[in-house]
């Protein structure tokens, strides 16, 4: 499974960003796929959840101002972000892991098989 991120860069509070993430390698159809964030200092957190029922689980960080989605004709999970506050500041992960469903525990990146390498995210004041 191979996931690259994509999308990101510095904008300012209150602006908006769409982050891509291109998945391919995939075996199983059942799928949870996610975004997480890592702010500088800080352990790394689940943002956004989908997967293959297209069930979406939110942060409360999240809830109203983020939407993830998934593109089937590209293969592609967005996460389009309105918004944005300097506490958004951090590298983005999409990961995976497989099969699996939603759940309650969706969010833990303790619980995703793959990773991909981030895209940075800058949010000026």
């Known amino acids: 499974v191979q996931l690259v991120e994509s999308g990101g860069g510095s904008v300012q509070a209150g602006d908006s960003l769409r982050l891509s993430c291109a998945a391919s390698?995939?075996?199983?159809?059942?799928?949870?796929m996610g975004w997480f964030h890592q702010a500088p200092g800080k352990e790394r957190e689940g943002v956004a959840a989908?997967?293959?029922?297209?069930?979406?689980t939110y942060a409360d960080s999240a809830k109203g101002r983020f939407t993830v989605s998934y593109d089937v004709a590209k293969n592609t999970l967005d996460l389009h972000m309105n918004n944005l506050k300097p506490d958004d500041t951090g590298v983005y992960f999409c990961?995976?892991?497989?099969?699996?469903?939603?759940?309650?525990?969706?969010?833990?990146?303790?619980?995703?098989?793959?990773w991909g390498k981030g895209a940075l995210v800058t949010v000026s004041s």
């Open positions: 990961a995976a892991a497989v099969p699996r469903a939603a759940d309650g525990r969706c969010l833990e990146p303790s619980g995703m098989d793959y």
């Open positions: 390698g995939f075996r199983f159809s059942r799928r949870l």
């Open positions: 989908f997967d293959s029922d297209a069930t979406t």
